[in-house]
Structure formats: structure tokens, C-alpha cells
């Protein structure tokens, strides 16, 4: 099955940058859907970014502008650069991913994904 590993998080201040990585492993199948999703205490679980293999990306307002998400499909990894951060950033975040069987473009909600890394602290201060 798909294992996906997350590093990249750590300590910053405001206004600082962090590159967080998902490194996916086992068999991905030709469509999916990979995310990036974050959770901090008292809040429930937000979807930061979806990516489809196919091309559509979509942000959540919040990060728009700051956050940037990449793929390098050779050594398959997920990227998400985050620049211009905020105390509101800090949170848990997780990548996660779902094989798609058909060929649309659309991805699901949180509740959808099938595959969730262990998550990677980021702290904003």
C-alpha cells in the first residue's frame, strides 16, 4: 500500500519560509488526488491544497498568494512552500492521498483521502 512520509517542519517566525515534503511510496496508480492539510488545537481539520495528477489545483483562500504546492514526480514528492507565514499557520500538517478510478479531475473532501502521512509540526511565532 501507499506509505507517505512529511518532513520540513520546524520553528519560525512571522513573515518566515518553511518547504515542507511528502515522499510517497508503494503503488500511486496513474490518477490521484494528493493534498496538504493542517489542524491545530480547538480547530477542526482544513484543507490547505488539493492536486489532482491531471493538472487542477486548488488553495484554500487563507494561503493564497503565500503558499505554493509542487510536485516532483521522479523522486515522488509533494512539496508545499510556504512563504510570508503567520501565526495562524501553526498547525499539524498533513499530506494525504486517494487513487482516482475514473478520469475526472474533481478530488474529494478530507473524508475521501484513503492515505495520510503522520503529520509535521509547524510552529509560527
Known amino acids: 500500500h501507499v506509505q507517505l512520509v512529511e518532513s520540513g517542519g520546524g520553528s519560525v517566525e512571522a513573515g518566515g519560509s518553511l518547504t515542507l515534503s511528502c515522499v510517497a511510496s508503494?503503488?500511486?496508480?496513474?490518477?490521484?488526488?494528493m493534498s496538504w492539510f493542517r489542524q491545530s488545537p480547538g480547530n477542526e481539520r482544513e484543507e490547505v491544497v488539493s492536486m489532482h495528477s491531471d493538472g487542477p489545483t486548488t488553495y484554500t483562500d487563507s494561503v493564497k498568494g503565500r503558499f505554493t504546492v509542487s510536485e516532483d514526480v521522479d523522486r515522488r514528492t509533494l512539496y508545499l512552500k510556504m512563504d510570508n507565514l503567520k501565526s495562524t499557520d501553526t498547525a499539524m500538517y498533513y499530506c494525504a492521498l486517494v487513487r482516482r478510478t475514473d478520469r475526472s479531475r474533481s478530488c474529494p473532501s478530507g473524508a475521501g483521502y484513503t492515505f495520510w502521512g503522520q503529520g509535521t509540526q509547524v510552529t509560527v511565532s
Open positions: 508503494g503503488d500511486i496508480y496513474r490518477r490521484y488526488c
